[in-house]
Nanobody, 121 residues
Framework: VQLQASGGGLVQAGGSLRLSCAASGRSFSSYAMGWFRQAPGKEREFVAVISWSGGNTYYADSVEGRFTISRDNAKNTVYLQMNSLKPEDTAVYYC???????????????WGQGTLVTVSS
């Protein structure tokens, strides 16, 4: 599976962005899809995950209630809707595919290239 993330940009605090991750390959619908982020000087951290069917989602506490992960298996795409953005959300955001729904980074086998989100105060 090859992944291509897009949708990042510069936004003011309180604003919104929607990230997309397009996947190639016919097996997209068999993978759980996650979003991670990495801020400068920090480790990559889990943001959200959605099961292969889209029926189950799980979020990091820091984004719960503000971010929404979704997927469209017909379009081989996963989304991350980000609302009420804060300066501390500034990071490079990565999408990734795993065989199970998990927040454990080492379980993710395939990674996109990342898209930069910058939130100004």
């Amino acid at each position: 599976v090859q992944l291509q993330a897009s949708g990042g940009g510069l936004v003011q605090a309180g604003g919104s962005l929607r990230l997309s991750c397009a996947a190639s390959g016919r097996s997209f619908s068999s993978y759980a899809m996650g979003w991670f982020r990495q801020a400068p000087g920090k480790e990559r951290e889990f943001v959200a995950v959605i099961s292969w069917s889209g029926g189950n989602t799980y979020y990091a506490d820091s984004v719960e209630g503000r971010f929404t992960i979704s997927r469209d298996n017909a379009k081989n795409t996963v989304y991350l809707q980000m609302n009420s953005l804060k300066p501390e959300d500034t990071a490079v955001y990565y999408c990734a595919a795993a065989s199970i729904s998990t927040n454990y980074v080492d379980e993710y086998r395939y990674w996109g290239q990342g898209t930069l989100v910058t939130v100004s105060s």
